[in-house]
């Protein structure tokens, strides 16, 4: 114990004692805490003023003059309080510098400056004219701790509460943005991150893993961390990250699978920012999986017809009694593949004999059927495929038939929706009509064909004939020209 | 039979005077020599002009010159219209070797020299309907609305926009406003089948009555022998069968071509879309187009492009005036600098065309 002791008061000594020799030294300080004022008493706890930094470090000012009118005069630099965007400027003074953050020994990066005034919150606000967001609005001033002090407004799990300050004012945000959502922290309480953020744990997401802290950028922004494009990564950040997530007990290959699915490829290889991302099945703010039973609305916020047809099925009921989650069942969730007609009949690979291995039941015989019928619609479009391919080749116009192969793509379409009524009666109706197009663009293609070596012979009787009168001419001309 | 007809003769021949006619007919003459056979190629051009027209009312009756429209009523002619594909196909063909007949009868006529006096105008007319030759060319290229000719426009109208002085007016008045669009086709169609084919025919009909009053120029290594030593055939029936006859075999190509090759028509042109890579224009441009690549952007202190249009001006130019700088020809002496100035202009021609379509 003895031991303990004589180590920690060296320790205690060299990490007060600049606050104290400076404090000795620091006539603003000793003033304004001889008043008593609430800025020198919140100083006292400030990061600031424990390593060191003075009044003068903000304000200007001479800090070793007892004199009020010297030390706190123009010609010492004395600014006095700063307002509006020169706040920032003077927190900028150090902490856009690398030199002098280093002579602090401080590790933190020195870019913070740079990305405020290029993210949203640094745009010029609506009633004060300055930036939105400055310094004091996140951190406080006078009181500033250490983002890892759990005292700290920015510390994990005080963020939420700092940022809904302002983003939980209706009135407020109405003169920013009137169509952003102000509900975001209520609903982030009842999400998984913020069920375990407020209850203390400091590693679920909050805001600021999500938005990032000085370089927020408005969501529509490409280079917006949760920028549809960018959700997967950003989520991945964590949920990826084996370690980190080891405590929470779930998978983390969630993002990997998402990259090898059919919304994956749509968002993070076609880039297109339509395709679902984690938030839209998972929610963003008040972020969760989806209940067995919310899967189809989920599903069906994009896929309503499909959803729609399924709550009509005999499957509805089916998959509730046993407790199926309901899309998923037959889907996946992560690595929800492109739809084949391998999923659909009795096959070994097919879903359905999943459930239906029974060759006399009704779903046994429908999915047998529907498969059959989902061929040959298929086989019949190969096959009039190759002949129209066979009429171009030989240069002949077939846009009207090739017109018609996207139709039976439209009619294919309908069918991977009226999958889900499971119904092989209404899926056949489907699939006729699809045959019958089929069957036309078959016989354009062949009449394409036919008319190539129609023309071929054609051409042979008309140079024959007309070699023919040319050899006469010549005869005659011959014999006139003879005389 | 024969009574009705005769008596047909006659009652027109009171009021027109075919006698007359008959009589000029019977005694014109076409020279025989070495050369002859470069005859045919201004009768080859006339016949594919008479092809282009036929067809090209036959088009008429189904094309639309709009640009909703155009692209999908040539795809309906293509596909739909009894022998429309045939009546296009022979329509593009005949095009492409309208432009190479005219070429071959213009460089013909200028190795023969037979712009000399007193064939000035006959030549000058001439290179006139070569210009309008290729105008046709341009303004039918655009005809179908498609993804290649609308480009081509984009770029040909261009280059005529770097003409000086008046190239900015001449591209606008072209396009019918700053971009090739539907404005555009509608002027182009309204040149190619309406204000193109009527200077075409005024000027046709005053380079043939020329070639008939003056007859056909003998070559000048022919003039001053004595009139038994030259050989010469009838122009009627002779010639005329003869070009008949070459008629005929060129029908023969022609239908070969539109058979075994027809007209493509490629996409619809979409003005929001990007270029499609290495775009060239039609081959008959070809030489100029390669030319203009090849000159620097800046020469001292001129624009390249602009100095290479008025060089094709300034050697347009020449081209025409050529019976008026060529003073020796007329006077019956031997010009080689002209031959070599031939020469030189097929080469250009030939090697910037190679050039430009293997580029």
């Known amino acids: 114990m003895k031991k303990i002791m004589l180590l920690t008061i060296p320790i205690l000594f060299v990490y007060f004692y600049p606050a104290v020799v400076f404090a000795a030294d620091d006539q603003c300080y000793t003033c304004h805490s001889a008043l008593e004022d609430k800025e020198s008493k919140l100083f006292k706890e400030d990061i600031h003023f424990k390593k060191g930094i003075s009044c003068n470090g903000c304000h200007g000012g001479d800090k070793s003059s007892e004199d009020n009118d010297v030390a706190m005069s123009k010609e010492k630099g004395f600014i006095g309080v700063p307002k509006g965007d020169k706040i920032t400027e003077v927190c900028a003074k150090c902490h856009a510098s690398e030199k002098m953050m280093k002579s602090f020994g401080s590790k933190l990066p020195v870019n913070q400056y740079d990305n405020l005034i290029n993210s949203v919150h640094g745009k010029s606000s609506t009633v004060s004219g300055s930036r939105i967001v400055n310094c004091t609005t996140c951190h406080t001033a006078h009181g500033i701790k250490s983002v890892n002090d759990p005292l700290s407004p920015v510390y994990a799990t005080n963020i939420p509460m700092t940022c809904s300050k302002c983003h939980g004012d209706a009135a407020y945000m109405r003169t920013y943005n009137p169509g952003l959502a102000v509900d975001q922290y209520t609903k982030y309480l009842t999400s998984v991150h913020g069920t375990l953020n407020s209850k203390g744990d400091p590693k679920p997401a909050q805001c600021a893993s999500c938005h990032g802290s000085h370089d927020i950028k408005p969501v529509k922004d490409i280079k917006s961390k949760v920028y549809p494009v960018n959700i997967p990564a950003t989520c991945s950040k964590c949920h990826s990250d084996k370690e980190y997530m080891a405590q929470y007990k779930i998978p983390t290959d969630q993002f990997e699978k998402y990259a090898r699915s059919v919304h994956g490829k749509a968002l993070l290889e076609k880039n297109d920012p339509g395709a679902p991302a984690c938030n839209s099945c998972h929610g963003n703010h008040g972020a969760a999986p989806p209940g067995v039973e919310s899967i189809s609305q989920v599903c069906g916020t994009c896929h309503a017809l499909n959803a729609d047809l399924f709550s009509q099925s005999p499957h509805k009921l089916a998959f509730e009694k046993k407790g199926y989650p309901e899309c998923e069942t037959c889907h996946g969730n992560h690595e929800i593949v492109t739809a084949t007609n391998k999923m659909l009949g009795v096959d070994k690979d097919a879903v359905c004999s999943k459930c239906h291995q029974d060759q006399n039941s009704n779903g046994y015989k429908s999915a047998f059927m529907m498969r059959s019928l989902i061929d040959s619609l298929d086989n019949t479009k190969q096959s009039a495929m190759v002949l129209i391919n066979e009429a171009e080749q030989k240069g002949m116009e077939v846009s009207d038939a090739k017109f018609k192969l996207r139709d039976i793509n439209q009619v294919k379409l309908e069918t991977r929706t009226q999958v889900h009524s499971f119904d092989a009666k209404k899926f056949k109706d489907i699939v006729d009509k699809g045959l019958v197009i089929s069957a036309d663009a078959t016989a354009d293609a062949k009449q394409a064909i036919h008319e190539y070596y129609f023309r071929r012979v054609g051409l042979g009787v008309s140079v024959f004939l007309i070699s023919l009168l040319a050899f006469g001419l010549f005869l005659y001309l011959r014999k006139i020209e003879k005389k | ?359």
Not at chain 2, 317 to 326: C, K, R
């Open chain 2, 1 to 359: 039979m024969k009574k009705y007809f005769t008596k047909a003769y006659e009652w027109l021949d009171e009021r027109l005077d075919l006698t007359s006619l008959s009589h000029f007919i019977e005694k014109k003459y076409v020279p025989v020599h070495a050369h002859s056979i470069w005859y045919y190629f201004g009768g080859v051009s006339l016949f594919f002009f008479l092809i282009q027209v036929l067809t090209g009312i036959l088009l008429l009756f189904y094309y639309k010159g709009s640009a909703d429209l155009a692209f999908e009523s040539i795809q309906f002619i293509m596909s739909k219209v009894e022998f429309g594909w045939l009546i296009r196909s022979i329509h593009a063909w005949a095009a492409n070797l309208f432009i190479l007949s005219v070429f071959i009868h213009m460089f013909s006529v200028f190795f023969e020299k037979s712009y000399r006096k007193p064939r000035e105008l006959t030549w000058v007319t001439g290179v006139f309907l070569f210009f309008m030759t290729l105008a046709f060319g341009f303004s039918g290229y655009l005809l179908p609305w498609n993804k290649l000719a609308f480009f081509a426009t984009k770029v040909g109208t261009d280059i005529a926009g770097n003409v000086p002085i008046v190239g900015q007016i001449m591209k606008g008045f072209l396009r019918g406003g700053d971009d090739v669009t539907g404005a555009t086709l509608s002027r182009f169609f309204g040149f190619h089948v309406a204000l193109f084919p009527g200077i075409f025919t005024i000027l046709l009909v005053i380079h043939i009555v020329m070639v008939q009053r003056q007859g056909m120029s003998e070559p000048m290594e022919l003039e001053g022998r004595p009139e038994e030593t030259k050989k010469s055939m009838p122009f009627f029936p002779n010639f005329m069968l003869r070009d008949l006859l070459l008629w005929l075999l060129v029908l023969n190509v022609l239908a070969i071509l539109a058979v075994f090759f027809p007209a493509d028509l490629g996409e619809k042109a979409d003005p929001f879309s990007s270029a499609p890579a290495g775009i060239k224009p039609e081959w008959y441009f070809l030489f100029m187009f390669q030319t203009l690549k090849y000159i620097p952007g800046k020469i001292f202190i001129m624009d390249g492009e602009l100095l290479g249009i008025v060089l094709f001006g300034a050697a347009g130019l020449l081209w025409l005036l050529v019976p008026f700088w060529d003073t020796q020809s007329s006077k019956g002496l031997i010009n080689k600098k002209i031959n070599y100035l031939g020469l030189f202009a097929v080469g250009f021609i030939i090697v910037l065309t190679i050039l430009g379509w293997v580029a």
